[in-house]
């Protein structure tokens, strides 16, 4: 499956930005899919993670009640809504994914097979 991230840019503190991540060659509702990111200097970090169908999801604590993961397997996207960004947001955002059984999510970069080329969100203060 290749991934096609797009949405990034540049916002200010408290603004909201919706990232999207389009699948090509494989049917989207295969895999379990996620959303990591990498600041200058740091490793590539967690952020969000979806089940195959959309039933279950996981957040990094550092996202939690500001960040939603979803998707929509019809349209072979998976999405993160961003609100109320943060200047510690700042990174390249990437998709991710991975085949898994129908519930599953994955948060371990490692485990992912598919990734899309990122995004760079930028928050400023």
């Known amino acids: 499956v290749q991934l096609q991230a797009s949405g990034g840019g540049l916002v200010q503190a408290g603004d909201s930005l919706r990232l999207s991540c389009a699948a090509s060659g494989r049917t989207l509702s295969t895999y379990a899919m996620g959303w990591f990111r990498q600041a200058p200097g740091k490793e590539r970090e967690f952020v969000a993670a979806i089940s195959r169908g959309g039933s279950s999801t996981v957040y990094a604590d550092s996202v939690k009640g500001r960040l939603t993961i979803s998707r929509d397997n019809a349209k072979n996207t998976v999405y993160l809504q961003m609100n109320s960004l943060k200047p510690e947001d700042t990174a390249v955002y990437f998709c991710?994914?991975?085949?898994?059984?129908?519930?599953?999510?994955?948060?371990?970069?490692?485990?992912?097979?598919?990734w899309g080329q990122g995004t760079e969100v930028t928050v400023s203060s």
């Open positions: 991710a994914a991975v085949r898994r059984i129908m519930y599953q999510v994955e948060t371990d970069h490692r485990r992912y097979d598919f």
